[in-house]
Nanobody
Framework: QVQLVESGGGLAQAGDSLRLSCAGS????????MGWFRQAPGSERQFVSA????????LYADFVKGRFTISRDNAKNTVFLQMNSLKPEDTAVYYC????????????????WGQGTQVTVSS
């Protein structure tokens, strides 16, 4: 089992950068693919990015390509989401999630979720 805790959210202005972190518990963190999702009020949870167990491959939603970068440090049981060139439409609660082995863009494919961190971007 994996427990996940996100941090790094907050208030930003359009064009700013934020770095989200997700700390995982357990000795098998490196056997989990990790994903980031977001959910705005009144909207469904939306895939943002995912990274393989080793960090060797990543997936991105089209609306964040070139702006967001996912990475992980398995020695520290942490996955990151570097968000650059933020836009007001990036405002949402951001969640990290874990699933064994392979990445997927499907939220239903993830077994473990953090509590979320709020990101608010003003224009």
């Amino acid at each position: 089992q994996v427990q996940l805790v996100e941090s790094g959210g907050g208030l930003a202005q359009a064009g700013d950068s934020l770095r989200l972190s997700c700390a995982g518990s357990g000795r098998t963190f490196n056997s989990y693919a990790m994903g980031w999702f977001r959910q705005a009020p009144g909207s469904e949870r939306q895939f943002v990015s995912a990274i393989s167990t080793t960090g060797g491959s990543a997936l991105y939603a089209d609306f964040v390509k070139g702006r967001f970068t996912i990475s992980r440090d398995n020695a520290k049981n942490t996955v990151f989401l570097q968000m650059n060139s933020l836009k007001p439409e990036d405002t949402a609660v951001y969640y990290c999630a874990a699933r064994p082995l392979r990445t997927t863009t499907n939220a239903g494919g993830y077994d473990y979720w953090g509590q979320g961190t709020q990101v608010t971007v003003s224009s």
